[in-house]
């Protein structure tokens, strides 16, 4: 099976003109606002944007050559190749990258970033980044489940009206991976409605869903034909709180929790492979999941993530690479901080630990039979976007 890597090489050569944009290309332009474009691609209102070619080229030349680029733990390091292979690509490499931004505060545990890609065909698309290395990043997604709002929420609205004020009359594609999906989503719900009315798509790549009132919300009523959720067949971050009914499900070569990685998403011509249904490890790791967040109250729930937290962060790490540097002070670190909790929430941290070692033990185990026992992809009752069904090559 092929992967984003193998679609810009099979398919990089064709503009969007000789066959239109694709869930595919949403993924790998979601993927995007990862790299670090600071000091390379202009803020919002400053100018004119910077062809993808040229934006990589200054960053690459950050890096001695032949240098590893390491993206952190979680962050997908063949995004730098990724790159590579797009600038390359008459498909992508004349994009022009703008409006970025890039906003990190460790202390209220507050992190966002974003990037307006010119596609060339008449339309922008707003990649809204997922969550990153940063413990900062990690903390607000749980916050997601406490807190009706988060600071990144409010952020992707701000930035989607500044963006659409510096393009007046421009379509709009919104999107992003993981936090970036949940990000996209809200954004589009809760801007202006004449800034709604120009939104073409809101791609949400294993996104995070929502508090169930929002779903009920006249602004998303009009918007949900137009968002397109994707999620791996053992998807545990895209079905967290709720979301919206109609979703596709795609393949993956990763087991568990790595399904998350979007460079494990398999890839057919112009679209994912599609499978009928998550697999029910998936969906009994999702109603465990919800049972337990749903059995505490708000309060709880804040208490208990800012203990999580508190543990994380007990050694100085600000990212998950620097828990990993020193593994043996951090450890040490945390343990101190599980003993300074109260009896209550030291438990529910354990608690909860568990149920993700052994949704995840549970699902690899699946993944592992169902390798054994591989059966072909199927389309199944999803929505599509009227730019999908492009011409096959």
Known sequence: MANLLDYLDWRGDLTLRQSPFNEVDNLILAELSFVDFGGIVPPPGQGGGVPLNQAAEAFFARFPAGEKIDMGVLVPDAIPEMLRKMTAAPRFRDMKLNCFVDHL?????????????????GLLYLSFRGTDDTLAGWKEDFDLACMPEVPAQK??????????????????????????????????VFCPAAVQRRIAAVWS??????????????????LEERIFSIVPKSSVVGMLLEHEESYAVVDSDQLGFLQHDGFSWQVMGDHFVTLRQMTRQAHLSDLKLRNWVQGMSVEQRERFVDALFTVLSASGAVTLRDLQSDSFKAAGAMVKAMKDLDKETR??????????????????????????EKKPGRKWGRKKTPEDDPPGR
């Open 105 to 121: 505060d460790v202390g209220k545990g507050e992190q966002f970033a974003a990037l307006t890609i010119e596609t060339g065909d």
């Open 347 to 372: 438990d529910g941290l354990l608690a909860f630990m568990k149920l993700l070692f052994m949704s995840n033990f549970r699902m690899v185990l699946e993944g592992i039979q169902e390798g054994t």
């Open 205 to 222: 790549n294993d996104g995070p869903g929502f508090h169930e009132d929002l779903l009920d919300l006249p602004q998303h009523r009009r």
């Open 155 to 188: 952020k992707a609205v701000a930035y989607l009206r500044e963006v659409a004020r510096q393009y007046p009359r421009r379509k709009l594609r919104l999107g992003g991976h993981s936090k970036g999906g949940n990000l996209a989503v809200y954004a589009g």
